[in-house]
């Protein structure tokens, strides 16, 4: 195939569309071979496509890797729109000078670029059986919009200069497990997946995102194994969203990258009156675990269908922001477990309230309910949830949470929570204990209330003296008698009113007044506690 290497006469074994893109080739232009019908034009359809617009493999890949020099004032560019492509297109280990576009072609057989170089490649609403690019090295773009690739991606360890688009892209449900195999690739800039559907795992296991992943209206399914989703170690520098593709994301579905009419957004209706929402929508196990998400991650109104052993993992990651507001699972669990958050963002209905949320070790600065109302009655639900057997880190760290958002009633209320949860996990005598502490104290987390038990007693325990009146100790020098000054001198510690040493109880009224000694110590220090806690707070 050395004949036309350097001129630009096509040669002589070329058929008469392959001769037409060589020409088209070395004067930069677009060569179309399509029909102008839809249905005709569909390179997913059942319509055969003849001679007239086939073209050979090895004609493509000649002109990409050893392409003649283009006409004078012109860029060399392989631009074909509507053309069949017969045998394997294989690129593998080349260097690929031209930039090419491919729309609404139809490969018979899979498309290798494995390891190596271009610029920037563009397939456009094209049928591929398969894609393998595993350490592919791109200077700028890879856009794979609209493309239907029955046998998957392969693109581990590639290196995109730019962005890497899939959207509205078909990829999956041949014979292989994985739809898109993508473990340590490193995207520059974007990684845009938006109304992408997939049939098969989603492996992008320590990828490397250089400013943000979107996945809006991306649906993901994996009903062959345990994974939809598996992305473990991600680093993805600014967001990584997960949620609706609707009007107000029209701007970033349409990236200025995008070639003019790349990638449309298909949300009217017929008359174009209306948009529509699509929902993220995930069949299968999601793990983000060790995942680092610069900016934030948006997990919003999304769909999740997990089996019973299924989970929706998010392990140790680590973000400023996680907003999380998708519609709770039916099965499977959500886990948090180790996760660090500067600032939640969710909803009372995102969670499931059955114990299938784990969230040890999971810390976070602030908890605001971005939709409705979400009081503290129904975060310690959300806390009950995800503890089936007790432990006290989740309680503390609500409590400081409302706590450095100056909300010190709600602190309290969470650790008189927390000391109820552990009560049940006591001894019986433990348990008795803890039920008279709350009772009449609240744990010292309600100081009210022991005031208010303070008075009780004393009203109580004055009307009680005042029928049963002690003896004076030293006869004549003992001050008037007063029942009310009595009682309250037993009842208050360190302080005396001259009261409590002047008389002698005998018998119940003894009994009566160390009762009162006893628990005036310790209710006057469960209100004292109180009282220096919020002068602390103050």
């Not at 631009?79 to 297109?89: E, F, K, W």
């Not at 250089?210 to 967001?239: C, D, I, W």
Request: proline share 6%; net charge neutral; hydrophobic share 40%.
């Amino acid at each position: 195939m050395s004949e036309g290497l350097e001129s630009r006469e096509p040669p002589s074994w070329l058929t008469r569309a392959e001769w037409g893109m060589w020409q088209a080739f070395v004067n930069g232009s677009e060569y179309d071979l399509r029909s102008g019908e839809e249905e005709l034009d569909d390179p997913n359809g059942d319509h055969e496509w003849g001679p007239d617009r086939t073209v050979r493999a090895r004609v493509i890949a000649h002109l990409l890797l050893h392409g003649p020099p283009p006409l004078l004032g012109r860029v060399s560019s392989l631009h074909v729109s509507g053309a069949r492509i017969t045998d394997v297109l294989d690129l593998s280990g080349g260097i690929i000078e031209p930039y090419f576009e491919m729309r609404q072609c139809r490969f018979e057989r899979e498309v290798r670029m494995a390891e190596a170089r271009m610029h920037t490649g563009r397939l456009v609403d094209c049928y591929i059986p398969r894609l393998e690019a595993a350490r592919l090295n791109t200077d700028g773009d890879l856009h794979l919009p609209r493309c239907s690739i029955p046998e998957g991606i392969k693109l581990t360890d590639a290196t995109i200069g730019t962005d890497l688009m899939l959207n509205e892209a078909t990829v999956g449900s041949g014979r292989r497990i994985r739809a898109i195999a993508a473990d340590g690739i490193t995207v520059s800039q974007e990684l845009q997946a938006s109304l992408l559907v997939t049939d098969g795992e989603v492996s992008l296991r320590g990828a490397t995102v250089g400013s943000s992943l979107h996945m809006f209206g991306t649906v993901l399914r994996n009903t062959k194994g345990r994974y939809a989703l598996y992305a473990p170690q991600m680093t993805v520098e600014h967001v990584a969203s997960f949620a609706d593709a609707n009007r107000g994301r029209s701007s970033q579905l349409r990236d200025s990258t995008t070639p003019a009419s790349g990638t449309p957004v298909p949300f009217t209706t017929e008359t174009g009156s209306r948009w529509r929402t699509k929902h993220f929508e995930c069949t299968g196990g999601v793990v983000l675990d060790d995942g680092r998400f610069g900016s934030s991650l948006v997990i919003e109104n999304a769909r999740f269908e997990l089996g019973r052993d299924q989970e929706l993992s998010l392990r140790r990651i680590q973000t400023p922001e996680l907003n999380f507001t998708p519609r709770a699972p039916e099965r499977g669990l959500i886990v948090l477990s180790g996760a660090t958050v500067e600032k939640l963002l969710d909803r009372v209905g995102s969670w499931p309230r059955d114990q299938r949320l784990w969230m040890a070790g999971f810390t976070y600065q602030q908890a605001i309910p971005k939709e409705g109302h979400f009081n503290v009655r129904e975060r310690l639900r959300w806390l009950a949830a995800a503890t089936p057997e007790y432990s006290p880190l989740p309680y503390e760290q609500l409590a400081l949470m409302y706590r450095n958002s100056g909300e010190d009633t709600n602190a309290r209320a969470v650790l008189l929570a927390k000391q109820r949860r552990r009560r049940e996990t006591l001894p019986l005598v433990g348990k008795v204990w803890g039920y008279l502490q709350d009772w009449t104290v609240a744990y010292g987390y309600r100081p009210a209330q022991a005031a208010l038990w303070m008075a009780l007693l004393w009203a109580a325990s004055a009307m009680y003296f005042g029928a049963h009146p002690p003896d004076p100790l030293k006869g004549d020098e003992s001050p008037h008698w007063n029942a009310a000054l009595y009682a309250l001198d037993l009842l208050l510690p360190v302080i005396t009113i001259g009261q409590d040493n002047a008389w002698d109880p005998k018998g119940g009224p003894q009994w009566v007044a160390a009762g009162l000694i006893l628990l005036g110590w310790i209710l006057a220090t469960t209100v004292a506690t109180g009282a220096t806690r919020l002068l602390r707070r103050q």
